[in-house]
């Protein structure tokens, strides 16, 4: 009997489907945890940002440019993490 606890498209599936099934969930899980290291990377960017918008000159914001790529890829990660990880999580 299948069990009713699983979605009905992930309860008749082969071993090598649950195996990719597993992967595919364990490279979600992997990218939101890169997504939430950038995010720490950026919060401790952002400390050197506002100095970096005061005293440098022109368009020279090395900091503020490092802050949004950091933002920016933290939330591309944390976007395909959820994708990647959506359906019902396995039981450890």
Known sequence: MANSLLPPEERNLTPD?????DRRRDLGHTFLVIAGQFSCISIVLSLWMGQDLTYSPGW????AYYFFLAI???LIFATTGIVLRRGTPRID
């Open 17 to 21: 489907q649950v195996e990719a099934l």
């Open 72 to 74: 920016l890829l933290a």
């Open 60 to 63: 020279a914001h090395p900091m």
